[in-house]
């Protein structure tokens, strides 16, 4: 049974604690500086599908990002496609509820929790396990059955209680909590209701990203949790284990603050790097001449696409097939765009250079998964 929010004692932000919220704080401004120097927009698109990817991992799915950008282009042979659609609808249930969110459409709240959940859960693995509804039978985690399992949630009828107790929370119904602790509290206690029957971990892990931009802390999703979350897996179990059965939650929070400094860092260095590699690569396509002008136009959507093919980019940019394809040709002489699919039709180009930055431990997909 989890205990009603906010913890009690309440958490102190003093001596270590106080250091590592300061220094997570300060880690995720860099971020947010360091992303405003890129297009928003295009930098968005490749930070949520690289969420997308690691979320989907930790439950075992076997995708990667380029898994995904395949997918999303052409639907590529050898693809591993029911996976791919399960990251595919990760994305989709997070940019869902942050439009629901940035329109006013609706407030970060249980409603659009369940909302996300459906378009999560449409189809594939878990779609017959109530999409978009809290459930009404009993769940637990590892093991066959309850009897055996790592953890048992509190039982059906006390899920709405423990619910509403956190929508209160996230509202700030008892007074206002610094928003990384509030993040870190609310995901732990999100995680111990369990309060669908499949699919928790991912929605748990889309609640920090949510949390983070309805409080302010970034202005967009530019950040993977899943990253630390998946290299720490025992630890990160472990620590939530700890606040079910002994209140520790300073220990669940130094673990979640470590995480934000070093996710946020490292998703700092790859903002600059882009930064860099865009500067660089652009002047050498401007070098082109009287050609500059539509390859700018077709490597400003390798930007934002990644992999793309000839026929998509035309379609996109208003571009006749001819050319686009000697747009194509000009980049991959200068080692820009390379062609990956092997064929003689419907070839996809992909920025590699991009890529490479981006696919950074999205590579092997984690084998292991807990029960939902």
Same mark, same amino acid.
């Given at each position: 049974?989890?205990?009603?929010?906010?913890?009690?004692?309440?958490?102190?932000? +003093?001596?270590?604690? &106080?250091?590592?919220? +300061?220094?997570?704080?300060? &880690?995720?401004?860099?971020?947010?500086?360091?992303?405003?120097?890129? /297009?928003?927009?295009?930098?968005?698109?490749?930070?949520?599908?690289?969420?997308?990817?690691?979320?989907? =991992?930790?439950?075992?799915? @076997?995708?990667?990002?380029?898994?995904?950008? !395949?997918?999303?282009?052409?639907?590529?042979?050898?693809?591993?496609?029911?996976?791919?659609?399960?990251?595919?609808?990760?994305?989709?249930?997070? $940019?869902?509820?942050?439009?629901?969110?940035?329109?006013?459409?609706?407030?970060?709240?249980?409603?659009?929790?369940?909302?996300?959940?459906?378009?999560?859960?449409?189809?594939?693995?878990?779609?017959?396990?109530?999409?978009?509804?809290?459930?009404?039978?009993?769940?637990?985690?590892?093991?066959?059955?309850?009897?055996?399992?790592?953890?048992?949630?509190?039982?059906?009828?006390?899920?709405?209680?423990?619910?509403?107790?956190? +929508?209160?929370?996230?509202?700030?119904? $008892?007074?206002?909590?610094?928003?990384?602790?509030?993040?870190?509290?609310?995901?732990?206690? $999100?995680?111990?209701?369990?309060? $669908?029957?499949?699919?928790?971990?991912?929605?748990?892990?889309?609640?920090?990203?949510?949390?983070?931009?309805? /409080?302010?802390?970034? *202005?967009?999703?530019?950040?993977?949790?899943?990253?630390?979350?998946?290299?720490?897996?025992?630890?990160?179990?472990? *620590?939530? @284990?700890?606040?079910?059965?002994?209140?520790?939650?300073?220990?669940?929070?130094?673990?979640?603050?470590?995480?934000?400094? *070093?996710?946020? /860092?490292?998703?700092?260095?790859?903002?600059?790097?882009?930064?860099?590699?865009?500067?660089?690569?652009?002047?050498?396509?401007?070098?082109?001449?009287?050609?500059?002008?539509?390859?700018?136009?077709?490597?400003?959507?390798?930007?934002?696409?990644?992999?793309?093919?000839?026929?998509?980019?035309?379609? !996109?940019?208003?571009?006749?097939?001819?050319?686009?394809? *000697? &747009?194509?040709?000009?980049? =991959? +002489?200068?080692?820009?765009?390379?062609?990956?699919?092997?064929?003689?039709?419907?070839?996809?180009?992909?920025?590699?250079?991009?890529?490479?930055?981006?696919?950074? /431990?999205?590579?092997?997909?984690?084998?292991?998964?807990?029960?939902?």
């Amino acid at each position: 049974m989890p205990t009603p929010l906010p913890p009690n004692p309440p958490v102190l932000l +003093e001596g270590e604690l &106080a250091r590592l919220h +300061e220094t997570a704080a300060f &880690a995720l401004g860099r971020l947010d500086g360091a992303s405003a120097q890129l /297009d928003p927009e295009r930098l968005l698109y490749m930070y949520v599908r690289k969420e997308a990817v690691l979320t989907s =991992q930790i439950e075992g799915t @076997q995708s990667t990002l380029s898994d995904l950008l !395949e997918y999303e282009n052409a639907s590529a042979p050898g693809t591993p496609v029911d996976d791919v659609r399960e990251v595919s609808r990760y994305v989709d249930a997070l $940019f869902y509820a942050i439009d629901k969110i940035k329109t006013g459409t609706l407030p970060l709240s249980l409603r659009l929790l369940k909302q996300a959940h459906s378009r999560l859960m449409s189809a594939g693995r878990g779609s017959t396990r109530a999409p978009g509804e809290f459930r009404r039978t009993q769940n637990w985690v590892g093991g066959t059955r309850p009897g055996n399992a790592i953890y048992v949630p509190p039982p059906p009828h006390e899920v709405m209680p423990a619910l509403d107790n956190l +929508e209160r929370y996230l509202h700030d119904e $008892f007074g206002s909590t610094p928003v990384l602790l509030k993040a870190g509290i609310a995901h732990a206690q $999100f995680e111990t209701i369990h309060p $669908f029957l499949d699919g928790n971990g991912r929605i748990g892990r889309l609640l920090i990203s949510l949390m983070l931009v309805v /409080d302010g802390a970034l *202005a967009h999703p530019y950040f993977y949790i899943s990253l630390y979350f998946r290299k720490h897996r025992s630890d990160y179990y472990n *620590a939530l @284990q700890r606040v079910r059965t002994q209140g520790d939650w300073e220990g669940w929070l130094r673990f979640f603050l470590i995480g934000v400094e *070093a996710v946020a /860092d490292e998703a700092t260095q790859t903002a600059e790097a882009l930064s860099n590699l865009f500067v660089s690569d652009r002047a050498k396509v401007e070098s082109l001449g009287r050609a500059a002008p539509s390859a700018l136009k077709v490597y400003d959507l390798m930007r934002q696409r990644i992999l793309i093919s000839a026929a998509r980019a035309g379609k !996109e940019l208003g571009l006749t097939w001819p050319t686009v394809q *000697a &747009a194509l040709k000009r980049l =991959q +002489e200068l080692g820009i765009a390379h062609e990956v699919s092997g064929r003689r039709r419907n070839r996809l180009y992909q920025y590699t250079s991009q890529l490479q930055l981006l696919n950074r /431990d999205t590579d092997v997909g984690d084998p292991g998964r807990q029960a939902q």
